[in-house]
């Protein structure tokens, strides 16, 4: 089950491209960053009432890990993201952001001494391969042959701020569920991100926006954020965030599918090969990385 809503969430984040150049062509940055975390706690505080009873209460030891979790996850990660996107191409950017899994993989072992086996070490390398083989169109050494600039240095902040947000999520995880690490995280990165969204024309703009641009919000909000971050710290929790993250490699070939089904671009066998290295990458790494690093994951009440 862990392994179906992991790659429901890829699929998900693969479309909020797709969503995001509608949103993106009608709703300064800012704005469209903060209507989407405002959708999705809206839904949020919802579901964790339901299913929880309550919003659980925050331990005081808790409160800087959830900061931390919304400055990392929400609010460094949107600003800088758009930023680069700024400056760079959105394939360029692909690439560095699929350096994700390595990052997380390289800081587990740091700060949380997983160990390292070569079987792990070669899964994830063929993931992260695969994946710049979709991005690049099945040239990923020529992709890489350009300087690197500061749209590069913004997006790859992206990728250590999403590195933080998921390892930051592993030590908060011992005492709030998924759903509640989530819910406050993302309170806590809306709220930073109001300000700037007012700033920059918020509140005089939102009359006039589309009907498909609040389409694009709920998707970003509802899909992209509540099921897409739910079910990814659920696989965090369940298969540690090394063998977790190595899914967000399928969210480029997601994207590339949804871009030829939804706007008609073509399939091109650099899909199907990228595909097949990243579905190695993953066996490999779930099936040979060592569960020890993984335990600490565990609900206390599982």
């Known amino acids: 089950m862990i392994t179906i809503k992991l790659l429901l969430t890829a699929f998900f984040w693969g479309g909020t491209f797709i969503a995001g150049k509608v949103v993106a062509g009608a709703i300064e940055p800012y704005s469209a960053a903060f209507l989407r975390f405002f959708v999705a706690v809206l839904f949020l505080v919802f ?3 339901r299913i929880e009873g309550r919003l659980p209460p925050i331990k005081k030891n808790q409160i800087i890990p959830i900061l931390l979790l919304g400055v990392s996850g929400i609010f460094i990660y949107n600003v800088f993201f758009f930023k680069g996107l700024k400056l760079i191409e959105a394939g360029r950017a692909a690439i560095v952001i ?7 993989y390289l800081l587990s072992v740091c700060f949380f001494k997983e160990r390292v086996t070569p079987i792990t070490a070669i ?6 391969f695969g994946a710049l083989i979709v ?5 990923p050494f020529e992709a890489l042959q350009a300087d690197i600039g500061r749209g590069e240095l913004f997006i790859f902040i992206c990728v250590l701020s999403w590195a933080a947000f998921a390892l930051i999520g592993k030590t908060i995880l011992k005492g709030l569920s998924p759903l509640a690490a989530i819910t406050y995280s993302t309170l806590a990165g809306t709220f930073l991100l109001f300000a700037p969204a007012c700033i920059n024309g918020l509140l005089q703009n939102i009359r006039h926006y589309s009907l498909a641009a609040w389409l694009g919000i709920f998707y970003l909000g509802f899909f992209g954020t509540v099921l897409g971050f739910v079910w990814y710290y659920e696989g965090i929790r369940a298969i540690g965030p090394t063998k977790a993250s190595l899914y967000i490699n399928f969210v480029p070939v ?11 671009e073509s399939l091109t066998a650099s899909l199907l090969t990228g595909t097949i290295f990243v579905s190695l990458g993953v066996y490999l790494t779930r099936s040979n990385c060592p569960a020890g690093g993984d335990r600490i994951l565990k609900h206390p009440k599982q």
């Open 135 to 139: 991005i690049t169109k099945g040239s």
């Open 254 to 264: 997601s994207a590339v599918l949804l871009a030829a089904i939804l706007l008609g």
């Open 123 to 128: 899964g994830v390398l063929l993931s992260v």
């Open 98 to 104: 699929a350096n994700n899994p390595i990052i997380i």
């Open 47 to 49: 579901f964790t009432w």
